[in-house]
Nanobody, 123 residues
Framework: EVQLVESGGGMVQSGGSLNLSCSAS????????MTWVRQGPGKGPEWVAV????????YYSDPVEGRFTISRDNAKNTLYLQMNSLKPEDTAVYYC????????????????WGQGTRVTVSL
């Protein structure tokens, strides 16, 4: 059974930083690409960053390019998202997802998401 547990969310002021973590279990983490997905209030899911299984290939959505950094530690079965220069429009629940979800038209599969961690950015 896939288990993904996110942590690190919170409330910050605009321009601040947060570092999200996602602890994975129940599957061979090092063999899968991973995605950070967010869902803002009243909005649908939006992929923000993806990383290949080895951690050497990454892609970012336009709204976060240059501000967010995705990384992973396969020895610790952990995925990270460093978020800098946060803006109010980054306010959302952030989920880590197994596989490359939403990226390049791939479907979202909520059964392979964690429970999410809430990020709130104030002016």
């Amino acid at each position: 059974e896939v288990q993904l547990v996110e942590s690190g969310g919170g409330m910050v002021q605009s321009g601040g930083s947060l570092n999200l973590s996602c602890s994975a279990s129940g599957f061979d983490f090092g063999r899968y690409g991973m995605t950070w997905v967010r869902q803002g209030p009243g909005k649908g899911p939006e992929w923000v960053a993806v990383i290949g299984h080895a951690g050497t290939v990454t892609y970012y959505s336009d709204p976060v390019e240059g501000r967010f950094t995705i990384s992973r530690d396969n020895a610790k079965n952990t995925l990270y998202l460093q978020m800098n220069s946060l803006k109010p429009e980054d306010t959302a629940v952030y989920y880590c997802a197994k596989g490359l979800q939403g990226f390049s038209g791939t479907p979202y599969e909520r059964q392979d998401w964690g429970q999410g961690t809430r990020v709130t950015v104030s002016l």
